[in-house]
């Protein structure tokens, strides 16, 4: 049964960082893409950013390019989601997919994802 558990959302003010993280559960973590999506009350849930098993790919959205950083420890089993200067755009759900993909359709498994909430 494969889990996907995150953690470290949170209120912050707007300019303030905040890591989230990602730890993972019955699959074989090291050989699987992932990523990061969230959702804002009333809109679609967005790809955020994803990486490849390897760590040697990586893939963002425009509105976070430069700002957020992805990263994973195979070891752990832990994928993680630096943000830095947030805005309050960037308040929403963000969720740890299984997969490496921009299209929620694609993605194989989801968390229950975390909160993240950005005050001006």
């Known amino acids: 049964q494969v889990q996907l558990v995150e953690s470290g959302g949170g209120l912050v003010q707007a300019g303030d960082s905040l890591k989230i993280s990602c730890a993972a559960s019955g699959l074989t973590f090291g050989s699987y893409g992932m990523a990061w999506f969230r959702q804002a009350p009333g809109k679609e849930r967005e790809f955020v950013a994803g990486?490849?098993?390897?760590?040697?790919?990586?893939d963002y959205a425009e509105s976070v390019k430069g700002r957020f950083t992805i990263s994973r420890d195979n070891a752990k089993n832990t994928m993680y989601l630096q943000m830095n200067s947030l805005k309050p755009e960037d308040t929403a759900i963000y969720y740890c997919a299984g997969r490496f993909t921009r299209e929620p359709s694609r993605v194989n498994y989801w968390g229950q994802g975390t909160q993240v909430t950005v005050s001006s």
């Open positions: 990486m490849s098993w390897s760590g040697t790919s990586t």
